[in-house]
């Protein structure tokens, strides 16, 4: 360090070493990935994919999350299709090793969705199916509420945030509006959901407008929603003679349309806002002033991408109201296959990689070096990573006492009876008896307490997911 002061109470150095990670985090991902099916030894020639665009997305998201807001106590599930990112990130922190992500998609390496089964690098909720992890997050905190409320936690720490990282595709599947009414109707606090807008999906790009939709459905259950649009340079071109027209164009600006002039760069924004907003005062003297590269710089200038407005908005959710964050983003951001419509399995070719690798300033062989190629030193990114709150302590997994349960269990009484109305008896008996096993049993059945004679047991609470 040339500076004496300590690096975390130097906010030029934070923003610094925040954006080196930002870049090393994109590139750790997406070499992942591409080591995976182009250098590693492929014995049968079957595929291996990944899926480099939909990481890129959310790199600097995550990268504000895990390296500066979040806490140890705080939980997230992370979409399925970034858990490169994830992988990344925990091989920056010292908690996976350049083994596994070697391995990735392979047998006992890094997997391809974050897997709290078969990654051991401290994943919280499994994702892989779409919209899974989204739900869970969200009952993951009604289920923290009821550990609270029961006086069944071991600590007084404050109650995590339970964060989702949601992709907008995964909105179309029902069981995310399922769980957000019976959120609604558990009051649910401490959770957010990211949703990383990049409006493309699988196969096609997300309708236009849809999200006048969502964002009404979430108000309507009573979360807050926080819109990042555009980023700082976006936000200052803006202000800048011609800037309402250019902000009213890119408003209007269908996502197919977007996407496309995203993927063929500078040129195609030129020719295309020099055709829309000709004649409008300004636009000529601000597109001459910008070269192609600078041009698609700043058109993609979205604030899901830019670090420090993700940061800003982060940290001013200070209160325990849930939370939903649209972050406009790109898919394949800071990638040649940014915006392709064809990129959700689309992979980097090897030219493309080696030019990437250049950009990134590594030399080949140095892909894993966890700081090569970044305008910080090693010894200052180590000093940062060592004050990286959500690393604060070394596990963040807590082991449950174990909770005495009878050898067995009375059979019950009577000759003949459904094993419905069995298993309700059971039940009830171990209610009964009461205790510290009685103190933890809950029902999850929804809306079926009568019908499987769970009505008598005093600790059943119907309609309440997740066991304690
Ligand atoms: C339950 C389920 N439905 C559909 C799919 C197929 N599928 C895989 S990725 C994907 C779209 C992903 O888009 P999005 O969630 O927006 O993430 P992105 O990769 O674009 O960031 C779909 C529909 C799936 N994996 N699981």
Not at 363 to 376: C, I, K, N, S, Y
Request: a neutral charge.
């Amino acid at each position: 360090m040339n500076d004496l002061r300590a690096p975390s109470s130097d906010d030029a150095f934070r923003a610094r070493a925040l954006r080196a990670l930002e870049k090393k985090v994109l590139w750790l991902s997406t070499w992942m990935i591409h080591q995976a099916n182009f250098v590693r030894s492929n014995r049968d020639g079957m595929k291996i994919g990944g899926h480099q665009a939909s990481s890129a997305s959310v790199a600097t998201l995550m990268t504000a999350l895990y390296f500066d807001v979040l806490r140890p106590v705080d939980r997230v599930a992370v979409k399925p299709h970034a858990s490169p990112v994830f992988h990344a990130i925990q091989y920056l922190l010292g908690r996976q090793t350049r083994d596994k992500l070697e391995r990735f998609r392979a047998l006992g390496g890094a997997q391809s969705y974050p897997s709290r089964t078969k990654d051991t690098d401290d994943v919280d909720f499994s994702t892989g199916s779409v919209s899974l992890g989204v739900a869970m997050a969200l009952f993951a905190s009604l289920a923290q509420d009821y550990v609270r409320a029961k006086g069944l936690g071991k600590d007084a720490a404050p109650p995590g945030r339970m964060i989702a990282l949601v992709g907008d595709a995964e909105l179309d599947e029902g069981n995310v509006h399922e769980a957000l009414l019976e959120a609604w109707k558990h009051d649910v606090r401490n959770v957010w959901w990211v949703i990383d807008y990049n409006r493309q999906s699988l196969d096609s790009v997300i309708i236009d407008r849809l999200f006048d939709k969502i964002e009404a459905m979430f108000r309507n259950v009573g979360w807050r929603v926080v819109t990042l649009k555009y980023g700082r340079e976006l936000e200052a071109a803006f202000r800048r003679p011609g800037g309402q027209a250019l902000r009213a164009w890119i408003d209007g600006c269908p996502n197919a349309l977007y996407s496309a002039l995203v993927f063929k760069g500078g040129a195609a924004w030129r020719e295309r806002l020099a055709h829309d907003l000709a004649g409008v005062a300004g636009i000529e003297t601000w597109l001459a002033a910008h070269d192609d590269a600078s041009l698609a710089r700043l058109m993609t200038n979205l604030a899901g991408h830019d670090l420090p407005t993700v940061l800003d908005a982060f940290h001013a959710l200070t209160d325990d109201r849930p939370t939903c964050l649209i972050a406009y983003t790109i898919k394949g951001y800071g990638l040649p296959i940014a915006g392709h419509k064809d990129n959700h399995p689309g992979l980097m070719t090897e030219e493309q990689m080696d030019r990437f690798r250049a950009e990134n300033g590594i030399v080949p062989g140095a892909e894993w070096d966890r700081f090569a190629g970044l305008d910080v030193p090693a010894a200052d990114l180590e000093c940062f990573l060592a004050t990286v709150p959500f690393a604060a302590s070394p596990s963040r997994r807590h082991l449950a006492e174990r909770v005495p349960v009878p050898p067995a269990l009375p059979v019950p009484e009577g000759e003949r009876m459904s094993t419905q109305e069995g298993f309700g008896r059971l039940l009830i008996e171990l209610s009964r008896a009461a205790g510290p096993l009685a103190d933890r049993i809950v029902t999850t059945s929804p809306d079926v307490t009568l019908t499987t004679n769970l009505a008598a047991c005093r600790t059943c609470v119907s309609g309440v997911a997740g066991p304690a």
